[in-house]
């Protein structure tokens, strides 16, 4: 929790108080100061942001330098009331109804788009709906239609193929929630070369992609561990010597520093050896 003491000696390590908020699920995390107000992980409170004030959830606190971020950067307004709860709760129920309401209006106009989202501001005063689409989509009329509909402030936000799997959530191939619905506060950038590194092939795109279609954010969190071990470790279709036997490298494990060899005397047969029980030719 942060409080006035701990503020303070923040203040003197040249230190602010850092609160990473989400406003929705599976939203991202923006960070705000705390502004020595009694808040905690889960701490429900409302901020000022670039389309009004919004209610949204502590997720972490941690310090930061406030040179580190720009001018737009905002202090937490204040710690959520009772009503501002119960407000939000009021407006929580209401979109799975405005969301198939949308749903209609949208075949209405026969636009070629889908929905994926909707979201009311904590106090009803602005409401969001998220899509996917091919190209861009004229959706000026569909917006007036809205607006007219619900007698508050549209927006349309139109997002890719990650924010999609992150907002609608599920599991990835480990059998947990996917990473980006539940801890990372960004997706981190990612590449073939990853997959390659550790071994994974690229050939099969379905082994390395996450529900998003997308290479998976996982492919960063080894990877420099996977860089390290093949520092030392010898390269496929080098010759080794084994006792008094030769043959190929056809394969490595890079986590046991071992190799798959195929000698010459028995091509068929793939014996897996150590790296130090190997001569390299």
């Known amino acids: 929790m942060v409080n006035e003491n701990n503020s303070k000696q923040a203040v003197e390590d040249g230190l602010i108080s850092i609160a990473g908020i989400c406003f929705y699920p ?4 923006y960070d705000f100061g ?6 905690d992980q889960g701490t429900k409170v409302v901020v000022e942001t670039a389309k009004g004030q919004e209610m949204g959830t502590i997720i972490y606190l941690k310090k930061g330098k406030r040179k580190d971020y720009d001018d737009n950067f905002k202090n937490i307004l204040r710690l959520a009331t009772p009503e501002d709860l119960k407000s939000r709760d009021n407006y929580n129920t209401k979109e799975p109804v405005v969301f198939k309401e949308c749903v209609q209006q949208i075949k209405k106009h026969n636009l070629p788009m889908k929905l994926i989202g909707s979201h009311y501001s904590y106090d009803g005063s602005r409401l969001t709906f998220y899509f996917t689409a091919d190209h861009r989509v004229d959706f000026r009329q569909l917006v007036r239609d809205l607006a007219t509909t619900f007698g508050t402030r549209i ?6 193929p990650k924010d999609e799997a992150r907002l609608l959530g599920g599991e990835g191939i480990c059998g947990r929630e996917i990473c980006c619905r539940s801890f990372l506060v960004r997706p981190p950038s990612t590449s073939t070369r990853m997959a390659a590194n550790q071994e994974l092939g690229t050939k099969n795109p379905d082994k390395i992609s996450g529900l998003c279609g997308r290479l998976r954010c996982c492919l960063t969190y080894e990877d420099d561990v996977y ?5 030392d470790m010898p390269k496929r279709g080098q010759r ?13 494990r890079v986590l046991k520093q071992a190799i798959l060899v195929s000698f010459d005397d028995d091509p068929h047969k793939k014996v897996e050896l150590k790296i130090d029980q190997i001569k390299i030719l």
């Open 26 to 29: 599976g939203g991202l995390i």
């Open 155 to 160: 927006e349309l936000k139109q997002i890719g």
């Open 240 to 252: 080794v010597k084994y006792e008094n036997k030769q043959g190929v490298i056809v394969d490595l």
């Open 227 to 231: 860089r390290d071990l093949k520092k």
């Open 34 to 39: 705390c502004n020595a107000l009694p808040v």
